[in-house]
C-alpha cells in the first residue's frame, strides 16, 4: 500500500530566525518551503518562528512530533555563529539520526552553489515517527535543500508508517 502523492503527510515549517521571530522582520522563507512542501504533496500545518534559542527551538520540534507531523523542516541557525543553535537543538530530540540526508543536503548545497549549505552543521534523523530536518537559510539552500529532500522524504515516510515492508 501506497500513501497518494496528493496527500503524502503533514508537515510544520519552523524558521529560526530572531528577527522574524520578535516581528521585526517579515518572514520571506516560510512561505518558500511550505510553497515547496505542498507541491511535493504534502498537507502544511503552518509555520512557526522561533529565536535562536537552543530551548525554543526544541519546543518547536518538540511539540511538531507530539502533534504527528510526519516532517518538521526547520531553516536557519544551521552555520558556526554563537546564534546557530538549530542542529545543537535538534540533536537533543532526535531518537536516531540518519546522517546520509544531512550530508546530501551539503553536498548538493555546494554542488549549486549555495555555500551557507554547503558549510551547515544541519543535521537530519527521526523523533518518534517524525522526520525532522535542518536547512540553512538562504533561499538558495532551501530549494536545493528541498529538491534534494524530496525523493528521499517519501521513501522514509513510507517505512515510518510501516507502509513499506523492510
Known sequence: MERSAQRLGRALVVVVDDRVAQGEQEDNIGPLVTELLEEAGFIVD???AVAGETVDIRN???TAVIGGVDVVI???GTGVSPRDVTP???SGVLDMPVPGIAEALR???LAAGAVDAGVSRGLAGVSG???VVNLAGSRAAVRDGMATLSP???HLIEQLSGLEQA
Open 60 to 62: 518547536a520540534l518538540n
Open 152 to 154: 528521499l522524504v517519501t
Open 46 to 48: 503552518g509555520t512557526v
Open 107 to 109: 553536498t548538493s548545497g
Open 88 to 90: 545543537d537543538a535538534t
Open 74 to 76: 526547520t531553516v536557519g
Open 129 to 131: 515517527s517524525t522526520l
